[in-house]
Every structure is written in C-alpha cells, then in structure tokens.
C-alpha cells in the first residue's frame, strides 16, 4: 500500500512538472512576441484553485493532473477587433506561430539537459560492464566473450555503465546488421574488438532482456547459494536444501545465483543434473524443470522454485563515479539528451514498421510504477527518470500529427509553401485523425499495461 501511495504521488509530481514545464514553454516565448495567454491550466477538468496575474491571464490547477494546456488569444482563426489584432495568436507571422509551437517540446528538452547537467556535476554512481559468465551457444559466446570482460565501447562509442551498453545496443536491434564491441580482460589490458551478430535477435524481445538473449549477462558477486526452496516443486522434489551452494549444472561451472537463473531459465521441461555443496559434503542431484511464462515477455521459461537472498549491499569496485567539471557536464548533457532524442525516434519507426515490437509502448500504470520505484531508491534515481519522460515529452509532441505540436507546425511549413493557410475543414479533419491516432496509442499502451499486470 505504501508503495502504491508513492506510485501515485510520484506520478502527480512527475506529470505535473513535466507538463507545467512543457506549457510554460508555450506561454514564456507567447509572453515574449505580445500574444495575450487566456489561461495557463495544469490538469483537466474542474478548477480546484485559480489566480490571475496583472495581464489578465488566468492560472488554473485542475481535478484531472494528467496533461495541461496553454490557451492563446486567437489561436484559431476568429473574429478580432483591429485593436486586438497585435495581441492575436492567429495575426502573428508563421515565423513567430512556429516558435510558440516548438517552445514547448524545446523546454523539455532543455530540462532534461540541465537534470543530466546537475547529475554529471553532482556525481552519479554507475554499474561498471563487467560480464558475469557468458553462455558458450549464446550469440556472445560465440563472439569470444567470456567472464571477467568489461564493456568499453559500442560501435566506437564510450559505455561507461551497464546503461549506455543497453541504450548503444538498443539503437540497433532490429536490424539485420553486426555490431562492434570494444572489451578488455582488465584494467591494464589492450583492448579487443568483438563482433556481434544482431540480426538473429527479435526485436519482440522485452528491453530488459535484449542483453540477455546475446548473452551479454551483468557480472553478479552473489553466489549461488540457495535461500529458499519452495515446497512440491522440481527443486524441493530432488532434494535441495537451503543452504547448498550450487557448484555446476550439466558440467558447466556455476560462480553466480545469475549463472544457475539463466540456465535454468533457458531449459523449460528439461533435466538438469546440479552439482551443490551442502556443509563439507559434495552432493549430485536431478531435478526436471517445469515451464511458467515470464513476467516481462510472456515467453516461456524453465522453473524449479529456489530462491536466492539477496545482496545487502553491492561491492564498491563494481561501480564507477562519473562526476565533471561545469563545462564538461554541460557537453555531456547536451550529448546524452540528443542521443536519446534520436533512439526515440528509432524506436518509434521500427514500431512502426514493425522491426520492434509495440508492446514496448507503455502506459500511466507503467510509468507511475517506474515513477514510485525511482522516487522510492532515491532523488538522483528520480532525476533521471523526470529526465528520460521529459525527452519522450519533447520528441514525441514535435510529431507531425495533427492535434500535437509537430502537427499544427506542420500547418504552418505548409502555409510557407503554399502562401496560404489550411483550411478550416482542412484543420479540423487532420485534428479528428490526430485524435484517433493518439487514442489508439492510448489504448495500446493501456492494454500493454493490463497484460503486463495480469501476467
């Protein structure tokens, strides 16, 4: 219960920011070319509580926090008295309209530049890409990457942390292309390039598993030490206990609870012969795994029932501080917002055509999940959350679909072309196929969320 209070307040927060943000865009550069703003809402619906300002614009908090809008005097085109003309939205020039359009997604691009800003400066706390064991079939495996490796580059870009390994991976998958990684075996050592094959990897595939299906698996200081067996199920039936520390499965050698997880994960309704040490006994054991479908991709994987303790706290040598000077950061904020600008944009088109599977959209439920667990870890955590939202934000509503800002900017290219506006009817089709577009997104990403709880 407590978790979910967090999950909704973090949300509010969240949304409320991003959007009041996104909308003060709109209303700071509107301010700037004259043009009167009627009212400034965060939230739909019912006012709670209103104020007005010395202009006459109307400031409003609303029932509903799940959006918010800027309304501009004469956004549409109306009857406005020649006095009025100069204050008037739809009397500016497509030049100034186009500025006032993009303000918005530009000012959440530019917050998430200074949330990466102050974090680099700060000093963020990042998990080195050190390999844990890597599966001989699996497609690193077969690559030569083994146990120990850190990740140092994708495709000649720096991965510092386990994230940037993701996010560079992720900008490929779902092309039918190899990749270069750049590893080293330690410190001191030169480092190899290896090549990975990507075109055998779906782009169904869950994000968080994506690293996982090329076998490129997070080294794990945790041994596997069993911590829990639970009662009927293959692993009570063949006789582990907790306590035993499981040593080899089919003969290979198991040094992690993540080792044993992935084998036994990838051999539904197979058996398994585990090699364990309980107290100063060596012990063989056969258990026959059953198959349960897996929480973040409903696909099927092997179950055994054991359960691991978890780790208090990770070694300090497997996490790196990244910190910067002013200067330094403020290039590297810029960097990593424009970086993930254009992943989102990748993303979105192998969604769209089909090389990535849509059921990576995700809806309010995820993101206020997502929302509750950062704010529930810690300020820095939330930051960067806030930071990755507000670029989506930005991107997204810089689409040309009628109804978002792209759209109506979109309009505005059009009029430079032809010298002339859309037209009324014009304008207010391409608004209802806006609207439908969204809604079905609306309805994906609810029912992604739905399976993903129901699962």
Not at 207 to 235: C, H, M, R, T
Not at 365 to 393: M, P, R
């Amino acid at each position: 219960m407590v978790q979910l209070l967090i999950s909704i307040l973090a949300f509010i927060v969240a949304i409320s920011l991003l959007v009041g943000i996104h909308e003060f865009g709109h209303f700071w550069v509107a301010r700037r070319f004259g043009i009167k703003v009627l009212r400034f809402s965060i939230g739909f619906g019912r006012p709670l509580y209103r104020w007005y300002d010395k202009l006459g614009t109307e400031y409003v908090i609303s029932a509903i926090p799940f959006g918010g809008y800027v309304s501009l005097f004469g956004e549409r085109e109306q009857t406005v008295s020649p006095q009025e003309q100069q204050q008037a939205f739809c009397f500016k020039s497509v030049w100034v309209r186009i500025l006032v359009l993009v303000a918005g997604p530009f000012a959440n691009l530019l917050f998430a530049i200074f949330v990466y800003w102050l974090l680099f400066m700060i000093g963020t706390s990042t998990f080195i890409p050190i390999l844990g064991n890597v599966p001989k079939d699996s497609i690193a495996g077969l690559a030569g990457f083994h146990r120990g490796q850190e990740i140092i580059s994708v495709e000649g870009k720096p991965t510092p942390s386990w994230e940037s390994v993701s996010m560079q991976v992720l900008a490929h998958i779902g092309e039918d292309e190899t990749i270069n990684v750049g590893v080293r075996d330690h410190t001191e050592a030169p480092v190899q390039n290896k090549i990975l094959d990507l075109g055998i990897v779906s782009g169904g595939t869950s994000e968080s598993n994506w690293l996982d299906s090329l076998g490129l698996v997070p080294f794990d200081p945790v041994p596997a030490i069993v911590g829990n067996v639970l009662p009927g199920l293959p692993a009570f039936k063949a006789g582990l206990q907790p306590g035993d520390l499981i040593l080899s499965a089919d003969g290979d050698v198991i040094s992690s609870r993540v080792d044993i997880i992935h084998y036994i994960q990838s051999r539904p309704n197979k058996k398994i012969h585990l090699a364990v040490q309980r107290d100063s006994q060596k012990l063989l054991l056969v258990l026959e795994t059953v198959t349960k479908t897996s929480e973040e991709d409903n696909k099927k994987i092997g179950f055994v029932g054991i359960e691991f303790p978890p780790l208090k706290e990770m070694p300090k040598s497997l996490f790196r501080l990244q910190r910067y000077g002013v200067g330094t950061a403020l290039v590297k904020a810029v960097s990593q917002t424009a970086e993930y600008s254009v992943l989102t944009l990748e993303l979105l088109k192998k969604m769209i055509v089909g090389k990535v599977s849509p059921r990576h959209i995700s809806g309010p439920v995820s993101i206020a999940k997502y929302a509750g667990e950062s704010a529930a870890i810690g300020l820095k955590e939330f930051l960067t959350f806030l930071g990755v939202i507000s670029i989506s934000l930005g991107v997204l509503n810089l689409l040309p679909i009628p109804i978002l800002d792209g759209g109506h900017v979109m309009y505005c290219l059009y009029e430079v072309m032809l010298g002339r506006r859309a037209s009324e009817i014009a304008q207010n089709v391409g608004v209802w196929i806006g609207g439908l577009i969204l809604v079905g997104f609306m309805i994906l990403a609810l029912y992604n969320d739905l399976m993903h709880f129901l699962r």
